[in-house]
């Protein structure tokens, strides 16, 4: 069987953490930041963990990661 290519944008764009699940960045956070909170942004600095519903369809994005 041929190796299966890795898809790079979301190689630059996802992690895979030590137990399997899929790290990712949050949006929002690029413009329009004078009416966001000082809270809501410090949160959105945080990276958070792709939904069970998608980590599937990522994974198979990510064939050797």
Do not use: C, W
């Not at 299966?4 to 329009?32: E, Q």
């Amino acid at each position: 069987m041929p190796k299966i290519k890795t898809n790079r944008a979301a190689a630059k764009r996802f992690k895979i953490t030590a137990s399997g699940k899929v790290k990712r960045r949050r949006g929002y956070l690029r413009h329009i930041l004078t009416n966001k909170t000082t809270k809501q942004k410090r949160r959105l600095g945080k990276s958070a963990l792709v939904d069970k519903a998608n980590e599937k369809a990522i994974k198979r994005l990510l064939p050797y990661l």
